[in-house]
T-cell receptor
């Protein structure tokens, strides 16, 4: 019954590794997002996809690559992990991208890079 | 630049009323959201204002003044479970959400 789900919930890894975080929504929404929330609690948008197409791509290192195989899934792959990548990553979805749509958030993935 | 300001932390007493303010300066305005985030959890939607005035929803109310670039979230009859961070977010002219850093609300018995 979970609306927006993410896996894994916790991820501890070494610097330099490559890791992926998966996100799925069963709300039938067209738009999905990836956010990074750092230790200061700012939510920063990283990417947004609408119907599998990239519509927002903020200034994010190209080590981060989103992939949307279908509109219900938006995965995030991170290459060559760095210490500064440690944060909580939230996936979210909304009905569409063109209006004042409420975003529904996944439970978050707590990434710790050692 | 775009800016959302909220107090970092507030403390209130169980049963009391608290008002959390948010001021914003954004490129365009298409509405303002309030989200609640408990520690270690995801943000959850509380309210959306796009017209001036007060919107009441149970113990929570949200107010907007577009001319002043100002909103507040009013929480009445505070309960311990209301201890959380409250995030203000503004939808700009491109329909992108600009987030504040959140206000951590601590409720004391």
């Amino acid at each position: 019954d979970t609306a927006v789900s993410q896996t894994p919930k916790y991820l501890v890894t070494q610097m330099g590794n490559d890791k992926s975080i998966k996100c799925e929504q069963n709300l039938g929404h067209d738009t999905m997002y990836w956010y990074k929330q750092d230790s200061k609690k700012f939510l920063k948008i990283m990417f947004s996809y609408n119907n599998k197409e990239l519509i927002i791509n903020e200034t994010v290192p190209n080590r981060f690559s989103p992939k949307s195989p279908d509109k219900a899934h938006l995965n995030l792959h991170i290459n060559s992990l760095e210490l500064g990548d440690s944060a909580v990553y939230f996936c979210a979805s909304s009905q569409n991208s063109g209006g004042a749509e409420t975003q529904y958030f996944g439970p978050g993935t707590r990434l710790l890079v050692l | 630049g775009q800016n959302i300001d909220q107090p970092t932390e507030m403390t209130a007493t169980e049963g009391a009323i608290v008002q959390i303010n948010c001021t914003y300066q954004t490129s365009g305005f298409n509405g303002l959201f309030w989200y609640q985030q408990h520690a270690g959890e995801a943000p959850t939607f509380l309210s959306y204002n796009v017209l001036d005035g007060l919107e009441e929803k149970g113990r929570f109310s949200s107010f907007l003044s577009r001319s002043k670039g100002y909103s507040y979230l009013l929480l009445k009859e505070l309960q311990m479970k209301d201890s959380a961070s409250y995030l203000c977010a503004v939808l700009d002219s491109n329909y992108q959400l600009i987030w504040g850093a959140g206000t951590k609300l601590i409720i004391k018995p």
